[in-house]
């Protein structure tokens, strides 16, 4: 007989665990009433043609979990159009030993010592720099050859920013097709989320029946309410160089409106037709950054009226900003900062750091801005420096990428602001780099670093004159 109270409690902890790890690339998500069905976002790894792409599946457990292994279904298809890779099909099945979809060698099937982030990190694997091998009868394939290059650079380059960022950006933000959709397949919102019948609800979670009400019936989604809307939007702005680069670069090897070349292993309805369009793709691109930015002062008007309606999230972050204040101006924080409020907004935070003495940062004045949504912390802040900086964890716009141990405490995001900007020996992870030119020259190697401190130092002195 299934234990259904052991396996909720198995997949709740999974699920926390997972939450609270640090892995940049796994995000999951659950609903309150049911723990076994799980929504999971998988950024798409460095390097590889799936790059910084936001990819999401549907995973039900059992009752019989961890016996039996969930059944995931990928949902980033394209309306059922694409298939993102040889194991992961435009309908949507996950082709996985661990997961009994596929034949495996002996020591490769499910078992109980296999976990949530064990399918999620397996999945991820299949996301490799050359996904063409991965279909059978093709395992030594290069990717430099013809047809794994043409596939290659469908599936990522053009494929992966349009569907899997620009397309999921564009329905999270509610943002208007710049080009009239496909009419063709079937049309499905990238924000459905699988919900049990709301009319009788169980008596308690554990005895609750997934199997049966998970093809109960669909539901849509509020995109204010998509679990994952704040991440994506975080990360965009993250990588948002690094995918006009990934345009710029490849619109030079194909013509606009150039036609897909369809792989042998590719046959209707699990396959990907279309067009490369990078002109179009940039314009998507710039538009929703532009979006996303402004989302800063739309949380600035929100937060004031909530000021004057004496809200108490307003009450709340302004106590939080005294409190940070006061701890900053003792002699014990270590830092030499000023922290203010713009417009007596505080919503809207201003930082001054002044450059640690003895430090690569000695005797520069930076300015930064924290702007925190009426959401926060379900929102986290956007933060920006004012002043241009050459680092490898500072965009060309001055969006920084940074980490705060306790990120419902907006004193932790001004600590982790400091540790990743004075960060003398941070570990590389290609995740974390949103300046392209200057981690290279971090990480190239002797030569580079000092290149890489020249311009650093060069940018802080300039900094004095910066208003």
């Not at 019948?197 to 997934?210: F, V, W």
């Not at 001054?352 to 925190?372: E, H, K, W, Y």
Request: one cysteine or more; charged letters at 25%.
């Amino acid at each position: 007989m299934a234990n259904s109270a052991g396996a909720t409690l198995r997949i709740s902890k999974e699920i926390t665990d997972i939450q609270q790890s640090s892995d940049l690339s796994i995000a999951v998500h659950c609903k309150e009433s049911d723990v076994r069905y799980v929504r999971a976002l998988i950024i798409g790894p460095p390097e590889t043609p799936y790059e910084f792409g936001f990819f999401e599946f549907n995973l039900r457990f059992s009752k019989d979990y961890p016996t039996r292994p969930p059944v995931v279904s990928a949902i980033t298809t394209n309306n059922g159009n694409t298939r993102f890779n040889p194991n992961i099909y435009s309908c949507g099945k996950v082709c996985l030993s661990i997961l009994g979809t596929w034949r495996g060698e002996a020591g490769e099937q499910w078992s109980s010592a296999q976990s949530l982030e064990s399918v999620l990190i397996s999945i991820q694997s299949l996301m490799s720099s050359n996904p063409y091998e991965n279909e059978p009868g093709y395992e030594g394939s290069k990717a430099t050859e013809r047809m794994p290059a043409v596939y290659i650079e469908k599936k990522i380059q053009h494929e992966t920013i349009r569907i899997s960022v620009i397309q999921s950006l564009e329905e999270i933000l509610r943002l208007p097709p710049l080009s009239p959709p496909p009419t063709t397949g079937r049309q499905k919102s990238g924000l459905t989320w699988k919900l049990p019948t709301l009319g009788n609800p169980p008596a308690s979670a554990l005895e609750y029946d997934a199997e049966a009400d998970y093809r109960s019936q669909s539901m849509e989604l509020e995109p204010a309410h998509y679990p994952f809307a704040d991440l994506c939007k975080r990360r965009f702005l993250w990588y948002y160089d690094s995918y006009l680069a990934t345009v710029d670069k490849a619109s030079q090897k194909v013509q606009d409106g150039q036609e897909f070349q369809v792989a042998e292993f590719e046959f209707v309805p699990n396959t990907m037709r279309g067009q490369f369009h990078y002109p179009m793709l940039r314009k998507r691109l710039e538009r929703l950054k532009g979006a996303v930015d402004d989302e800063v002062r739309l949380w600035a008007e929100e937060g004031l009226e909530m000021v004057q309606a004496e809200k108490a999230v307003a009450h709340n972050l302004r106590r939080q900003f005294e409190q940070t204040r006061e701890f900053y101006g003792t002699s014990h924080s270590g830092t030499s900062l000023n922290l203010t409020l713009g417009n007596e907004n505080p919503f809207t935070w201003h930082l001054t750091l002044f450059g640690r003495p003895m430090t690569q940062l000695d005797g520069g004045i930076f300015n930064v801005s924290l702007a925190f949504s009426p959401r926060f912390p379900e929102e986290q802040p956007r933060v920006k420096f004012l002043t241009p900086l050459f680092h490898h964890r500072i965009a060309k716009d001055g969006t920084m990428c940074y980490f705060p141990e306790h990120a419902e405490e907006p004193k932790s995001h001004v600590a982790a602001i400091i540790k990743a900007l004075e960060e003398e020996q941070p570990r590389y992870d290609p995740r974390t780099l949103v300046n392209a030119e200057a981690a290279e020259l971090f990480w190239g190697g002797e030569d580079g670093r000092k290149i890489y401190n020249r311009r650093l130092r060069r940018a802080v002195q300039r900094s004095c004159e910066f208003e």
